[in-house]
Structure formats: structure tokens, C-alpha cells
């Protein structure tokens, strides 16, 4: 099992900055992809921005250039750095672990909120 902690959401401004930050624990793998979801009231969880072990990058177009996703595995976490943040931003962010062993796996965090106002 994996344990995924999200910190780092909260209320800013339109055109402030956040930054998230999301720790696993527990069984640990040695390739795997890690990132960040969303979810909007009314609307489908969508990607965000995810990194693998590789450090291959994938970005929503709607954050690219205004986002980056980084992440340390010695420490078994995940960034997500947001400037010039949007009211379309606002929503549930959800930290993701995927990796395989025997099988694929996957694992997500609890949410944390981030809402941008206007």
C-alpha cells in the first residue's frame, strides 16, 4: 500500500502563486509516474501535469507555461508550482501514484483545494 500526503492548497488571488507538494509512503517503486490531477465543482477530474521517473513531462494546455511539475525521489515527493493563477484553476488537486510490481498500481491522494479568486 502507498500513502499519499498533499499540502500546500489554499485561497490566493488571481495572478498569485501556490505551491503543492504531495509525499508517499509506504511501498516504494522504482519506476513510476507521479502527478496532478483536478476536479471543478460540477465537472470530471482532468489532468494536470505528470512526471515520470524518466523526468518525461506531460502538461495540460491549459497550464502550460504557467505551471511546473517537479519532483525528488530521494524524498518521495511530488511539486506543483502555479503562478499566475487563474479562476479557472480553482478546484480539488489530487496528488497520483502509478507504478508497477507484479501489476499497475495506483494510488491518490486525499485532495486539497485551491481557489483562485477574481
Known amino acids: 500500500q502507498v500513502q499519499l500526503v498533499e499540502s500546500g492548497g489554499g485561497l490566493v488571488q488571481a495572478g498569485g502563486s501556490l505551491r503543492l507538494s504531495c509525499t508517499a509512503s509506504?511501498?516504494?517503486?522504482?519506476?513510476?509516474?507521479r502527478g496532478w490531477y483536478r476536479q471543478a465543482p460540477g465537472k470530471e477530474r482532468e489532468l494536470v501535469a505528470t512526471?515520470?521517473?524518466?523526468?518525461?513531462?506531460n502538461y495540460a494546455d491549459s497550464v502550460k507555461g504557467r505551471f511546473t511539475i517537479s519532483r525528488d525521489n530521494a524524498k518521495n515527493t511530488v511539486y506543483l508550482q502555479m503562478n499566475s493563477l487563474k479562476p479557472e484553476d480553482t478546484g480539488v488537486y489530487y496528488c497520483?501514484?502509478?507504478?508497477?510490481?507484479?501489476?499497475?498500481?495506483?494510488?491518490w491522494g486525499q485532495g486539497t483545494q485551491v481557489t483562485v479568486s477574481s
Open positions: 509506504g511501498r516504494i517503486f522504482s519506476i513510476s509516474t
Open positions: 512526471i515520470t521517473s524518466g523526468g518525461r513531462i
Open positions: 497520483y501514484l502509478g507504478g508497477r510490481l507484479l501489476s499497475y498500481e495506483e494510488y
